[in-house]
């Protein structure tokens, strides 16, 4: 068992999609909401993802195929700028 | 002396040890630096700080590191210039940059990883490590180099070639990593989660980003101790568009400056322009985008901060602009040719979003305003190659000269005449 910390990001037209039901349900992986905001134009949710490995990377694939932007959810980007 | 006391989640307030960590466990807020401001006040005065070192090592009680664990560069102390001849370009009363393009290895990243050097001394760690679109991995390679630690820097391999040299001249293990921008990001994640590095933007950022507030010390001192109207600052990740706010208001709160009013407003390239698009979305959830600009220092398409630096939009009336890549170009050169400032072209993204801020009506014309010029040109020259005036080639005689001189006179006043 291992756990990534992750941040999904809702263009509009995604905002009704019960992603994050739909991800518990098709993989082997734990969903744990820590923090979210959602808006009439953007919404995101900061999560923790409990599972084996391999099988939270197939969920994220799979969350990335739906159409979410899925990002490490502590850090932002890693590389830096200004 | 140094007074920090707790890492305290930004989001929730949960206190952690001063250890190299970043984020809260409950909510994964980022953690920040809490300080005794209470004995800083009693120990720091103006007076004390103008008769230390001319460099940010003199706002040291303010620092989260031990200064004995520093290694000092020289960074910070730079120039606050008055520029009248941009102003009067730009239609301001009065405008201020902050130079700091002299820093030593000519960016601002100096500030903050002189403070996360210190601080990765104090912990005991013997490797430093950070991934960079340029500036951050010289100042690492630098001061790395300067302390004899081992030094792993990772770059996108698009990067302009001043920034490359500028780091492997250092001889760091220097990695330039193939793939999308997400992949350099995925991966250096994935390397931070178990080495024994002092990572500067992931387990030492809290230290790290600290020192960006020394911008904000020394602009209010070198004003004579008070804020200016107005800041323009370059927004990347949005930490040092924050951290100049949070330097102003803890020099009001210790005393040194009265409260400051300063209206904060943040620049960047149309082609990674997630903050700013949110702001004029009016919204403070802002949507990560896949950067595509030659403002490559800029190019933060997830920002860490991004939400705080919207937060602190709202907080202070001030507001963002963008800057298409042409205009980033023309910026650079018209903060060249009016005040000879060479900056790199999140300079020029600067300098362009400040023009349109005056254009717009947002920052007003009697608004005294200070914008901050935060890396040098040398390092992206290829950003400006083949935009300026060709030079005159000539063999050596007098005579060649005076002819190609008035070719090229007479060309300039038939281009003018053309144009108006």
Redesign the interface.
Known sequence: MTSR?VRF?F?PDKIQQPVIYELGHKFEVITNI??A???N????V?L?LEGDAEEIGRSLEWAREVGV?V???????????? | MSFETALRCRECGREYPLDPIFSCEFCFGPLEVAYDYAAIRGSMTRESIMAGPPTLWRYADLLPCDPDFRVDLGTGFTPLVRADRLAARLGLDRLWLKNDTVNPTWSFKDRVVSVAIARARQFGFDAMACASTGNLANSVAAHSSAAGMEAFVFIPSDLEQGKVVGSNVYDPTLVMVDGSYDDVNRLCTELSADRNWAFVNINVRPYYAEGSRTLAFEVAEQLGWRAPDHIVAPLASGSLYTKIWKGLKEFADIGLIDEPHTRMSGAQATGCSPIAKAYFDGTLNFVPQKPDTIAKSLAIGNPADGYYALKQMEETDGGAEMATDAEIVEGVKLLAETEGIFAETAGGVTIACLKRMVESGHIRKDEETVAFITGAGLKTIEAVQGELTEPLHIAPNAQEFDEAFAARSSALAGATAGGA
């Open positions: 910390r990001t263009e820590r923090m905001d959602v808006d134009s953007v919404g995101w900061v923790e932007r990002d490490d959810a502590t850090l932002g980007d890693v590389v830096e700028g200004s």
